[in-house]
């Protein structure tokens, strides 16, 4: 059973940056892929980025170009660098492990997830 714990949310001005991480216990984490999802209040968690076992990494629009998600196998970690924020980017950001090996941007393609990790962008 995978476990997931997220860390590195916290409250930062628009334009600067945050690295989030996302702890993996349980399974082997090379071999399954992960995504990032948010959560703003009022509305419904929404897709970020995701990356295959083998390093392939998708993104959503609105953050192509400023968020960068990778993993590090060695310390069964993945994360997600976040730049350039913008107010509109405030939500509660949560890691989760898919269904399949494909890249997958739906909440119900995914079936682990961790507890979330608050981030706040002032403007």
């Known amino acids: 059973q995978v476990q997931l714990v997220e860390s590195g949310g916290g409250l930062v001005q628009a334009g600067g940056s945050l690295r989030l991480s996302c702890a993996a216990s349980?399974?082997?984490?090379?071999?399954?892929?992960m995504g990032w999802f948010r959560q703003a209040p009022g509305k419904e968690r929404a897709f970020v980025a995701a990356?295959?076992?083998?390093?392939?990494?998708y993104y959503a629009d609105s953050v192509k170009g400023r968020f960068s998600i990778s993993r590090d196998n060695s310390k069964n970690t993945l994360y997600l660098q976040l730049n350039s924020l913008k107010p509109e980017d405030t939500a509660v950001y949560y890691c989760?492990?898919?269904?399949?090996?494909?890249?997958?941007?739906?909440?119900?393609?995914?079936?682990?997830w961790g507890q979330g990790t608050q981030v706040t962008v002032s403007s």
């Open positions: 989760a492990v898919p269904r399949s090996r494909a890249i997958a941007t739906t909440t119900r393609a995914y079936e682990t």
């Open positions: 349980g399974g082997t984490f090379s071999s399954y892929g």
């Open positions: 990356i295959t076992w083998s390093g392939y990494t």
